[in-house]
């Protein structure tokens, strides 16, 4: 009787442990995990793109969509906003697929990352100024648009890239220009004077050309070295002789440049007032 007990618990708990056993689903093969990864793209579910995509990269690293794959993982994290992880994946898909036929793509893309990089939420809804911060994102994303439209002039990428560089050289004169006029301020008119030549030398063609040079002339004026003073205003008046900077007997205004007691005040409040 009792050996007829044990035996029916024992099937009994054989029988409800079967039962409790999850299902395991067959694995996918890689042309299916691929598959999962396009439909959620086309979801418009990159989050979840991205983690399909980074497992097959992990489970399939030769395999015959990883090429592919990496490509559209460049996509997905850019838009993400995951502009870091876009970029390192452009930087990788660069240095494994040389010959591939869409590097003109990728570079884009790389370029598009670091250009956005820096594009936070505050600065979309306060719409700072972007010229008074570290430009070193846009720097790289010059870098690279500048290599698209040099390499690949034809493609559909480049005038879009071009309008781009226009727009980073611009902002990257306004932010030479930006930190000449603090250090104007500040009474530092060597420092004033040798960023307002970067602005006259690296960045010619830009609008920040005409009042760097404003900026120099008063820079070496204050430091009296006059004959350097007469060679920017000819400058000046040669390529600008209607320049707004450009006041009677040969005068450069600026409005915000200090005199003496609104350089004292400047001092106190740290160029605040």
Known sequence: MRLTTVLL???LLGITGCA???KVSPERTEAGQYQ???RQIEKKNFLTAVDELRELEARFPYGDYAEQGLLDLVYVYYRAYDYPASIAAATRFLRNYPA??????VLYMRGLGNYNLERGLFERLLRTEKSSRDLDAWRDAFRDL???V???PDSPYTPDARARLVHIRNTMADGELHAARYYARRGAYVAAAAR???VIIHYQETPAVEEALAVQYRAYRALGEKQLADTTLSVLKYNWPESQYLASNDRVVLPWWPDRERGLLSLLTFDLL
């Open 36 to 38: 999962a990864a396009q």
């Open 146 to 148: 500048n290599e698209l």
């Open 150 to 152: 040099r390499r690949y």
């Open 196 to 198: 307002a030549k970067e």
């Open 20 to 22: 409790s056993k999850p």
């Open 100 to 105: 591939n036929p869409h590097l003109d793509y």
């Open 9 to 11: 618990l024992s099937a």
